[in-house]
């Protein structure tokens, strides 16, 4: 079960203190405790160690070795969650 809004999906599990050790990308959103929100492309994860305060990764969902393997749709969902999360950074 998720909450959504808009494009953006939010997990209904209880946040997990670790990462996926094995793939990010490859984890379901719903599987990797550490998924804040997600959008059919990507997901925002929270960075374990917190260095600096609400430090995400931004992953595909999908397995991505090069950028420049993302697909059309992937880099208008990668604008468009970048518009959304960094306000909420600053
Ligand atoms: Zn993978």
């Known amino acids: 079960m998720e909450a959504s809004r808009g494009n953006?999906?939010?997990?209904?599990?209880?946040?997990l203190p670790r990462l996926n050790p094995t793939c990010i990308s490859c984890t379901p959103p719903w599987h990797d405790?550490?998924?804040?929100?997600?959008t059919d492309a990507w997901?925002?994860?929270?960075?374990p160690s917190q260095a600096g305060l609400g430090s995400v990764l931004l992953a595909t969902r999908r397995h991505?070795?090069?950028?420049?393997?993302?697909?059309?749709?992937?880099?208008?969902?990668f604008?468009?969650?970048v518009m959304a999360l960094e306000p909420a950074l600053e």
């Not at 999906?9 to 209880?14: I, L, R, T, V, Y």
């Not at 405790?33 to 997600?38: A, C, D, E, L």
Request: no cysteine.
């Open 43 to 47: 997901k925002a994860v929270l960075y």
């Open 79 to 81: 604008q468009m969650v």
């Open 33 to 38: 405790p550490q998924t804040v929100v997600f």
């Open 64 to 77: 991505v070795s090069r950028m420049a393997d993302l697909t059309a749709t992937e880099w208008q969902d």
């Open 8 to 15: 953006f999906w939010a997990p209904a599990s209880p946040l």
